[in-house]
């Protein structure tokens, strides 16, 4: 998961960065700095992030896109 990514996902589920860390049970300062570039957390932080958008219902695509939950999509699709 790249940085872009996890913003992706938060965007998708209308999650803040506070949300996020406390989901992922990490630090609000490692989710902004890896978002941000500046930090690049050890891989097992990052699996962790993913896991949490991955229960959530986020889809990390091979094309590096993400797709939001099935329900958000379908809705976004009627609208």
């Known amino acids: ?46 699996a962790r992030i993913r896991a949490t958008f991955e229960a959530a219902g986020v889809e990390f695509r091979d094309d590096g896109s993400v797709a939001p939950p099935a329900a958000q999509s379908d809705t976004m699709a009627t609208e």
Do not use: Y
């Open 1 to 46: 998961m790249t940085p872009i990514q996890s913003r992706m996902a938060r965007a998708a589920l209308n999650w803040s960065v506070r949300k996020l860390a406390e989901s992922a049970g990490v630090g609000s300062m490692t989710v902004n700095r890896f978002e941000g570039g500046i930090a690049e957390p050890k891989p097992a932080t990052i």
